[in-house]
């Protein structure tokens, strides 16, 4: 017995050790991680639209930068949005915003990889470009950290005519889709409605007109839907959103059909479901809160915990037994 104990306790004892040293080091990194995630997630939906996620009073009038292109239309606080200027794919006049009614002819931010974006953005490169009247140094470091990090270039993956996606998987963005989306906007994406260049649309019209909307939208989610699960938190990959926007891309893109046709207002209308909610029945929304764990630390850590646990339960025995 001797000999059992002095072989097997310590070849128990060090997964036990193991565990621990993983415990201790893992929530560290997991912090750090989610820090910089949260500061990406900010600083993304203040490109989309600072003054909304902020809830202040956009400026009056339009930016200053605005009067020295001529080909784009708009005016007032959509001036403003940095995302009117350097596009939903980041690449201003050589990306999507290259023609059409977007077209500015002002640069994409994708060169910032190289500049420190913080401080254009604080006008040092151009006096006319200083948000910092606005945008305390804590939005700009979020803009900055969603432009060196959060921003990437789809569009190697998407038609640039045809707008459809190129070598999706249609099946993973259906069965991702369904595990995060259609609680909210339906199966086939018509049971939510909402603005988009003055009209009201639904998931589908918008996966077809402007892919790169659905995709930035559905990484970082909009200001307009602090409830929405995104891509970025339930850790999906690039390649899933593409996959998702496929699968809407096969959507029906007009309005929903039943004759009334909801306003903005619907949106208040439509139920909010829970992420992972009540919609998809008790084992469905067991199932999907099971695979969310799976894939993330929580479930990391009990295991660790369980494993801990059974560990000890051996030992006790292998001693008991002596
Ligand atoms: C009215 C249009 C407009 C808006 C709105 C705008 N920008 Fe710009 N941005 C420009 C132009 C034009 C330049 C090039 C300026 C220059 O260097 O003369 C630029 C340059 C930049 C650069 C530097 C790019 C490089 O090549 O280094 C960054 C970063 C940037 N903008 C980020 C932002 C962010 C973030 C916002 C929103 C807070 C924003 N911009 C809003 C027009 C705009
Ligand atoms: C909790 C309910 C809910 C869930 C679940 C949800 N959304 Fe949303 N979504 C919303 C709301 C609310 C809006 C804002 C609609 C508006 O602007 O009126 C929205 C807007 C959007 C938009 C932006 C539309 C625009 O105006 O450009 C996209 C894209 C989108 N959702 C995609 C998704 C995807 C993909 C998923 C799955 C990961 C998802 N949503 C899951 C509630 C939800």
């Known amino acids: 017995m001797k000999r059992f104990r002095s072989i097997v ?17 893992l929530p560290v990194s997991a912090g750090a991680l989610l820090q910089s995630d949260e500061d990406i997630i900010r600083g993304a939906r203040l490109y989309d639209n600072w003054f909304e996620e902020l809830d202040v009073q956009p400026p009056a009038g339009d930016m200053p930068l605005w009067a020295s292109q001529t080909t784009n239309s708009r005016s ?28 500015t002819g002002f640069p994409g931010v994708f060169p910032a990889l190289e500049n420190d974006p913080t401080l254009a953005i604080a006008g040092s490169t151009n006096p006319e470009h200083d948000f910092t009247e606005w945008l305390s140094s804590a939005d700009i470091a979020a803009l900055a950290a969603f432009i ?53 649309v639904t998931l589908g019209t918008l996966a077809v007109t402007d892919p790169w909307r659905f995709l930035h939208r559905t990484r970082f989610g909009t200001a307009a839907a602090p409830d929405m699960p995104i891509g970025l938190s339930l850790e999906w990959t690039a390649q899933d959103g593409r996959d998702v926007l496929l ?14 046709t909801p306003s903005l207002g619907g949106r208040e209308e439509t139920p909010v479901a829970q992420p992972g909610g009540p919609a998809q029945g008790f084992w469905g929304g067991l199932l999907t809160a099971l695979g969310a764990m799976a894939t993330s630390l929580g479930f990391a850590i009990l295991l660790g915990v369980v494993l801990v646990g059974l560990i000890f339960v051996f030992v006790w025995f292998a001693r008991g037994k002596k």
């Open 76 to 103: 007032g606080p959509d001036t403003w949005r940095c995302v009117s200027c350097h596009g939903w794919d980041y690449q201003g006049r050589d990306g999507a915003f290259s023609s059409g009614n977007n077209f």
């Open 9 to 25: 306790v310590p070849a128990l004892i060090l997964p036990v050790l193991f565990t621990w040293a993983a415990l201790i080091y």
């Open 247 to 260: 699968f809407a891309q096969s959507f029906p893109s007009g309005l929903p059909s039943g004759g009334q």
């Open 148 to 200: 060196q990090s959060g921003t990437l270039d789809d569009n190697q993956f998407i038609d640039l005519t045809s707008r459809r996606v190129l070598n999706g998987n249609i099946e993973n963005g259906q069965a991702k889709y369904a595990s995060a989306c259609a609680s909210c906007h339906g199966s086939d994406g018509t049971a939510m409605v909402f603005r988009m260049e003055g009209q009201d």
